[in-house]
Nanobody, 122 residues
Framework: QVQLVESGGGLVQAGGSLRLSCAGS????????IGWFRQAPGKEREFVAA????????DYAGAVKGRFTISRDNAKNTVYLQMNSLQPEDTAVYYC???????????????WGQGTQVTVSL
């Protein structure tokens, strides 16, 4: 069992930056791949980024590649999502998730946090 808590969301102007954190507790957090997903109102949940337990070779959705960076600090049981050059279309609830496989498929992740709201204004 893994518990995940996201933080760092908020309101930012277009072009600004935010850093989201996903703090894990419970089972051996460092054994899990972590994915970030987002869901905007009226839209399906979509993949944003994922990172394996080693922290190497992360994966990104095309819409965020070059703007977002995922990283992890296993000593702190925390995964980060640095978001730069934010745009209004990035507005969504952002969720982190833990699973055994690093994949863009949400169904492969077993544990989910409650989400943190990111709102980007013009």
């Amino acid at each position: 069992q893994v518990q995940l808590v996201e933080s760092g969301g908020g309101l930012v102007q277009a072009g600004g930056s935010l850093r989201l954190s996903c703090a894990g507790s419970g089972d051996t957090f460092n054994n899990y791949a972590i994915g970030w997903f987002r869901q905007a109102p009226g839209k399906e949940r979509e993949f944003v980024a994922a990172i394996g337990w080693t922290g190497t070779n992360p994966d990104y959705a095309g819409a965020v590649k070059g703007r977002f960076t995922i990283s992890r600090d296993n000593a702190k049981n925390t995964v980060y999502l640095q978001m730069n050059s934010l745009q209004p279309e990035d507005t969504a609830v952002y969720y982190c998730s833990a699973g055994y496989l690093m994949t863009p498929r949400a169904s492969a992740y077993r544990y989910w946090g409650q989400g943190t709201q990111v709102t980007v204004s013009l």
